[in-house]
């Protein structure tokens, strides 16, 4: 690990670590100096992502277990703390999608999209304060989604859920403001995730990569957003450089909520 080591000494919790967004997140956190324990219900991709942390020299220990389960974070706090002292961050990054329009929408996929992307957030953070008052203050960071601000036919549930987290980081970072522990969200546009390249094949099964070029042209910066392009915000709202930030969501979105682009109007310079 050739990180500066900002995150030295401090121990990080990331949910839905395995791959995409969460594992890009966990391996900057540990190449900054971190700690990191990473949650997720893969067990296979999970711990082919902590055997690459810990083989490049980074603190890592894997949790394989149901986010929507009160016991899974709070195991995986507990184990935590017992191995590396305490937690400083919290890292809510699980989620999914299920697609449907609403008259025919099952009852059982909404509460899955709902449990994960939301309620799991209730589990872990309600765990985690208490170790983070113990520390003098933390930083939680919630991973919501453009979609709650901008959506496409289809995504009730996602949308309602990524909705409800922006809400959630905002009465939660009041309640807990004067402890020294704060709360932001990050509402990330099309990236390239396992997720989007589901969706991607179910938008053309045909040819999967065109609807990706599609997602793409979608976004003003006219490219998909990476995981690391994400994982570089999380790491700075962790930080202390971003130490009056609590409450706030933060769009990394490609430009996308900003408008659409593709007029051909010549410049007025």
């Known amino acids: 690990m050739n ?29 900054e100096g971190a700690a990191v324990g990473l949650i997720d219900v893969d067990r296979a991709a999970l711990d082919t992502t902590v055997g690459e942390i810990t083989a490049a020299g980074g603190k890592a220990i894997g949790f394989a277990g149901d986010i929507r389960e009160a016991a899974t ?25 299920r697609y449907g329009f609403l008259p025919t929408f099952p009852e059982e996929d909404w509460d899955y999209v709902l449990d994960i992307n939301l309620k799991a957030m209730y589990q872990s953070a309600r765990v985690a304060i208490p170790e983070m008052r113990k520390r003098g203050g933390g930083a939680i960071i919630n991973l919501a989604s453009v979609q709650a601000y901008w959506s496409h036919q289809g995504a009730v549930a ?17 309640d807990h403001a004067r402890e020294g522990i704060r709360v932001c969200a990050i509402a990330p546009g099309t990236v390239r995730t ?11 099964a045909e040819d999967p990569d065109a609807a990706l070029a599609q997602f793409a042209g979608a976004h003003p910066i006219g490219r998909l957003i990476e995981p690391v392009d994400i994982a570089n915000v999380v790491l700075f709202l962790a930080s202390d450089k971003a130490g009056a930030m609590t409450g706030a969501t933060v769009l990394v979105d490609g430009g996308l909520v900003a408008g659409t682009v593709g007029w051909d109007i010549e410049s007025e310079e």
């Not at 974070?73 to 999608?97: P, Y």
């Not at 309602?160 to 959630?168: D, I, L, N, R």
């Open 3 to 31: 990180g500066s080591g900002t995150f030295a000494g401090k121990v990080v919790l990331v949910t839905g670590a395995a791959m995409g967004i969460g594992a890009a997140i966990s391996a900057e956190f540990a190449a």
């Open 73 to 97: 974070s709070a195991d995986a706090i507990a184990r935590l703390v017992e191995e590396f002292g305490g937690l400083d961050i919290l890292v809510n990054n699980a989620g999914v999608v």
């Open 158 to 174: 996602y949308s309602a859920s990524k909705g409800g987290v922006v809400a959630f980081t905002r009465a939660l970072a009041l």
């Open 194 to 204: 396992p997720m989007v390249m589901d969706a991607a094949q179910r938008a053309n």
